[in-house]
């Protein structure tokens, strides 16, 4: 082709002289008509018209001699693209190239140059002379590589193009940017790929034969290894395992294979390569890529220097050949797939017509009471394949290959005839069913089973095949939707249906509303379980454990019972591959409810899972959670998880793991952590403990030295909170403790259900915080612990503790070491005194009533010795054992256990006791108020109580009298008031009257609490006569002592005492003794008795008190102390000055705004008046309903 011969970087003066000497030939040469003279009507550019020394006329006047109608020569579109090039109308050249490829009409030049980036590049050498610019052009130098310099609209014409023009180089740009990028990636990949070639023969077997002398892996390699290794990692559910492998290879993206090299096939799986290693063959389907498949021997030698065009021709001839083998091929299979279908209908004709002859054979051999049956029509089921695509050529496979089949059935065709028919019938039938091998038997003979075609009658009529499918296609159906699809298809098999659950739940689901999702979960769990795809396997549950967005507790349960279901079906490592890695993605969810949820799988889980990932990952998990989560719920079913996890972790190197989770769990904020720790963490730690026999040895010495080491530091400020966090893990740890001494006996052995066991007593054992606490659950039945604690009794009631080792170190190491640390305890502190005596007294009753008795009890009575001649002189420092917590621990904690009559003798004597020596010994009753403190808490100890003060009131020492009555005070509170009034008043009287003015004062407390605590009115006037006697009484005038406990007194209960009391006798008599006050004349009295009023008064400050009590006694007593504060104790005068201020300023504003309320003041008056007499009146009415209503009769 003459077109094909330009040459676009040719000089516009070469290509003119060539043109000319054609021109000259074609349009000049003689005997030529000029009809056929090859006459260009291409458009040329000014310079090239001067060029040419002619005008367009000349082209004119060469067209008039054409014969009239006759079109002119087409222009061949290469030469249009030539003469654009040349030109350099670049834009317009592009144009043409993209209309001519979107036509399908490309142009090999135009598609050479445009792909070519040099063509871009002239810039940088100095162009041709006859490429030079004429006059009146602008320079336009291109950019390195790309068309950004041509920026052809700034100097058209026309404006308007620009953008549409800039768009189109811009989209030229990026797919040349993306062409050399594909480019770049193919070179690189060729520069660093290692391939065998470039390695001799003998070279290769040796790396072969030998390893040892195979090189190192290079990095395309160990990426493409990195990838292989990660894909069959996911493909086997090794999940966590490569999740570890993409943390070591951070630097390789595993989601897509082209970041492991530039334009490398991928290679098939390991598990593939394994398979084919013998026969180095690959699957069908693997061989996607067939210009690589070409031995190096089969091609021809071709010269060292070849020409990139003729390299990229063979190349195109290679692709256009194999593409065209391909066509072809599919047009064989077409043709093929044209003559099978064409078979089929014939081969059905047939049948169809055999069926007839075999059933009218029948009908007239024989005298069946069957029918014939209707002729048939076979409509094959629709299988599917694992990915859930259903074929619909299957239909015609079906139809071909099961027709051999079907002649077999499991009903023979004489069973449904008369057996005592003629065997010469069923012969009959034999016979045909021999000679026709496709005959299948009627539906009426054997119905189809779940697997076989469903037959359907088909009518006697002559139409086609077509004209029933385009019949049929006015049904209005909707198949093309994927809903559509599904709808279309049943499933005829098992793994059918869990492969359309599958498909269909994922759409479902978001459809379904929130508060109903949980009737969801049986049929996503059901499809997770039997689904065969791993990766719809792990959709679907996530899908669950994101079913509702924040799980309320029953429906948290509802998904928890679902995956225990799951576990128990699946087993083991589908739940460490399948439902571990949804428990660990939400882990740091944002709502609490679903880390709730997470918390609570792992335990519910736990069961299921292989023991190295419950003692690994599980407890992993937990303990990020208990330490990281800020929710208190969470938390708190974290630490039941972990309890759960505690009774199947069997590695003894995850003790210290465990302590320390404890130690962290009490430690927590929560009270609700710190009870699910008690209830379910620490006795299964505890179970756990015991089994490795670190329980004695470890966990309850190491809780001891802990309380220990906080009485240490608490000697300026006692850390309260943190000792009853470890009493109370020592209180949880008595049952099992007391299980493991039971279990270690030396008649564990003779313990054996026989016969009909006793009943444990109800109150036997404390009452447990929780089932894991119960000693019968530790053993194993009630009854196994009632056979073991008789033995246990009769044990220590005649043999000892002889070789009982368990028992042995409670009785020697255990009970010894309390002790010591109870003497420790700082007396005043309640609640220390408190967990202490709890802690004993579980321990007592959990050990039973003989163990008390003969070791518990005798080691606090060899350190006590109560006696008189055993108080020595540092009993009134303080430093006597008398003084210390141990008597109300002992009191409190183990003399309480029991309630029986000799228990409660040996606690009254007790306290006795010790009330009369530390009275004698003038030691501080600070252990013996602890001891009434605690017993006064519980309302069944009072009568005791009572009973012990009334000896110490009949006491012949006035200062055991004095003790008693000050005891009164502390039990006083929470006592009944009948008792008040028939116990306790009566002793506080007999005490007032006593002869001992120290007695005398020290009832005013008791009396004082009295005025607090009862309501009972003639109580109270009697206890308001006993202390105005007092006060007027002249004998106490100058009793300082007595005055400075009234006050004190006053003070105390005035704020919490009835308001009249307060009024009518608190208030006055504190102005009283103000006033006395400053009239004392010793200084040092004076202050005592100053300093308690301003106590006082400060009280009672708070308190409302009325104008008229303000003005009269209130501020005058403030007055008072002020006066005596003046010259005693300036700091307090300054205080009082302020509260005086105040108080005056309250009584200037209730003045102010009285006459503001005058009115109502006076109406309030008359409505008082008015009020009275119609009382009045109403009194000296009967109750007759007529008189009543004469009352509100107007007057005539």
């Known amino acids: 082709m003459a077109a094909s011969s330009v040459n676009p970087f040719l000089s516009d003066s070469d290509e003119e002289s060539e043109r000319k000497s054609r021109r000259g030939k074609d349009v000049g040469a003689p005997g030529l008509p000029l009809s056929t003279a090859h006459i260009p009507t291409l458009p040329l550019s000014p310079q090239q018209e001067a060029g040419f020394g002619y005008s367009g006329g000349g082209i004119r006047e060469a067209a008039v001699g054409l014969p009239l109608g006759a079109e002119p020569p087409r222009v061949p579109l290469d030469t249009i693209a030539a003469q654009l090039l040349r030109d350099q109308y670049i834009l317009t050249a592009l144009e043409f190239h993209t209309e001519l490829q979107e036509a399908g009409r490309e142009l090999p030049r135009l598609r050479d140059y445009f792909s070519n980036p040099g063509n871009f590049e002239r810039h940088t050498s100095t162009p041709p002379k006859d490429l030079a610019p004429a006059p009146g052009q602008l320079n336009r130098a291109g950019s390195i590589s790309t068309l950004d310099s041509l920026d052809f609209a700034r100097y058209s014409d026309d404006g308007n193009r620009e953008t549409d023009e800039r768009v189109a180089v811009l989209e030229f740009e990026l797919r040349k940017a993306k062409e050399t990028i594909q480019s770049l990636r193919a070179n690189l990949t060729q520069a660093a790929a290692f391939t065998e070639n470039d390695v001799p023969l003998q070279e290769r077997k040796n790396y072969k034969s030998s390893p040892e002398m195979q090189e190192a892996v290079k990095p395309l390699e160990k990426r493409a290894l990195n990838f292989l290794v990660n894909e069959y990692l996911l493909k086997i559910n090794y999940k966590l395992t490569s999740i570890t492998f993409s943390d070591e290879n951070d630097d390789q993206d595993f989601e897509l294979w082209d970041d492991v090299g530039l334009n490398i096939p991928k290679p098939p799986d390991l598990l593939q390569m394994y398979r084919e290693y013998g026969s180095h063959t690959t699957s069908s389907k693997e061989m996607k890529d067939v210009a690589v498949g070409i031995e190096p021997g089969d091609l021809e030698v071709l010269p060292s220097v070849q020409e990139p065009a003729t390299l990229q021709h063979l190349q195109l001839e290679e692709q256009t050949k194999l593409v065209q083998e391909l066509q072809d091929q599919l047009h064989i299979l077409k043709n093929e797939k044209i003559t099978l279908t064409m078979q089929i209908r014939q081969l059905k004709s047939e049948i169809e017509e055999l069926k007839r002859q075999s059933f009218a054979a029948v009908a007239t051999t024989s005298d069946s009471l069957v029918h014939p049956p209707a002729v048939t029509e076979q409509v094959p089921e629709n299988r599917t394949v694992d990915s859930g695509e259903y074929l619909d050529i299957r239909s015609f496979e079906r139809n071909s290959c099961s027709e ?108 379904v509303l929130l508060a109903k999702r949980e009737e969801l979960i049986p049929l996503i769990l059901c499809t997770a379980c039997l689904h065969p795809e791993p990766k719809e396997r792990d959709q679907l549950l996530h899908i669950l454990f994101n079913l509702i967005k924040r799980p309320d507790d029953e429906q948290r349960q509802m998904i928890l019972t679902g995956c225990v279901a799951f576990a128990r079906h699946v087993g083991p490592p589908r739940v460490e591959a399948e439902l571990l890695p949804q428990c660990w993605e939400q882990i740091n969810h944002k709502y609490p409810e679903r880390r709730l949820l997470v918390a609570e799988a792992c335990g519910a889980l736990a069961p299921y899972l292989p023991k190295e990932i419950r003692s690994s990952l599980v407890l992993s998990m937990l303990q990020q959670m208990l330490t990281e989560d800020k929710a208190d719920l969470v938390r708190e079913a974290v630490i039941k998880s972990l309890g759960i996890i505690m009774a199947y972790i069997d590695d003894p190197d995850k003790y210290l793991q465990g302590f320390e989770l404890q130690m962290s769990a009490l430690n927590d904020p929560s009270e609700r952590v710190i009870n699910a720790t008690h209830q379910v963490f620490l006795p299964a730690f505890a179970a756990w403990t015991t089994e490795l026999g670190k329980l004695q040895s470890h966990l309850i010495p190491t809780l001891l030295s802990n309380i220990e080491k906080t009485l240490r530091d608490g000697e300026h400020g006692l850390d309260e909170h943190k000792l009853h966090l470890h009493l109370s893990a020592m209180q949880s740890l008595i049952p099992p403790l007391f299980a ?146 141990t008597v109300p621990i002992y009191a409190t904690g183990v003399l309480t256990c029991y309630n029986q009559e000799e228990d409660r003798k040996l606690l009254v004597g007790f306290l006795e006791d010790v009330m009369t020596t530390l009275s004698l010994s003038h030691a501080p009753l600070d252990s013996l108020k602890a001891s009434f403190v605690e017993l006064g808490a519980n309302p069944a100890y009072h009568e005791l109580l009572l009973t012990v003060l009334w000896y110490g009131v009949v006491h012949t020492s006035a200062l055991v009298r004095c003790t008693a009555a000050r005891m009164f ?130 009280a009672l400050s708070c308190c409302f008190i009325s104008e008229e009590l303000m003005v009269c006694h209130f501020l005058p007593g403030l007055k008072c102390l002020r006066t005596d504060m003046e010259h005693l104790s300036p700091e307090h005068e300054v205080i009082l000055g302020s509260m005086i201020k105040e108080c005056e300023l309250k009584v200037e504003n209730r003045t102010v705004q009285e006459p503001q309320s005058s009115m109502s003041i006076a109406a309030s008056l008359v409505s008082e008046d008015t009020k009275t007499r119609f009382l009045n009146k109403m009194g000296q009415l009967s109750t007759s309903g007529a008189m009543l209503a004469n009352v509100f009769q107007r007057k005539k």
């Open 404 to 511: 051999e089949k079907e002649v077999s059935t499991s009903c023979p065709i004489d069973a449904i005839t008369n057996p005592s028919r003629p065997s010469a019938t069923s012969a009959t039938i034999t016979t045909l069913t021999t000679k026709n091998k496709k005959e299948t038997e009627p539906a009426i003979v054997c119905p189809p089973s779940a697997h076989e075609p469903v037959q359907f009658d088909k009518p006697n009529r002559m139409l086609s095949p077509a004209f029933h499918q385009a019949l049929l296609s006015f049904c209005r159906m909707a198949t093309d939707s994927r809903l559509g699809a599904e709808v279309s298809r049943i499933a005829d098999s098992e793994q059918c249906v869990m492969l359309m659950l599958g498909r269909c739940l994922p759409h479902i689901v978001p459809n």
């Open 740 to 885: 493991l001494v039971l279990k270690n006996a030396p008649f564990a052995s003779k313990a054996k259900l026989q016969g009909e066991v006793p009943q444990i007593e109800v109150t036997r054992f404390p009452r447990p915080a929780s089932p894991l606490q119960d000693v019968a659950t530790i053993i194993g039945s009630r009854e196994q612990l009632s056979v073991l604690l008789q033995l246990y009794d009769n044990q220590l009631e005649h043999e000892g503790t002889t070789g009982w080792e368990n028992l042995l170190w409670v009785v020697n190491q255990l009970l010894p070491h309390l002790i010591e640390t109870v003497g420790k305890i700082n007396v005043t502190s309640t609640s220390c005194v408190h967990d202490f005596s709890r802690y004993f007294w579980r321990l007592c009753r959990t050990f039973g009533k003989i163990f008390t008795n003969t070791k518990v009890k005798p080691q606090f009575q060899e350190i006590l010795r109560l006696s008189e001649e055993a108080v020595d002189v540092s009993a009134t420092a303080g430093n006597g054992v008398l003084t210390k917590a």
């Open 969 to 1098: 005070e502390l039990i006083v509170r929470g006592m009944n008031e009948a008792l008040i009034d028939k116990r306790v008043a009566p002793a506080l009287v007999t005490l007032s009257s006593d002869l001992e003015f120290s007695v005398r004062i020290a009832t005013i407390p008791a009396f004082g609490t009295i005025m607090e605590t009862v309501t009972q009115r003639e109580l109270l006037e009697r206890v308001k006569m006993q202390l105005a006697s007092f006060l007027e009484d002249p004998q106490y005038h100058d009793q300082h002592s007595l005055h400075m406990e009234i006050i004190k007194t006053f003070g105390r209960v005035g704020p919490n005492a009835e308001p009249r009391f307060r009024d009518e006798f608190v208030l006055p008599n504190l102005h009283k003794l103000a006033i006395s006050n400053n009239q004392q004349v010793i200084d040092t009295k004076r202050l005592d008795i100053a300093i308690q009023l301003f106590e006082a008064y400060s």
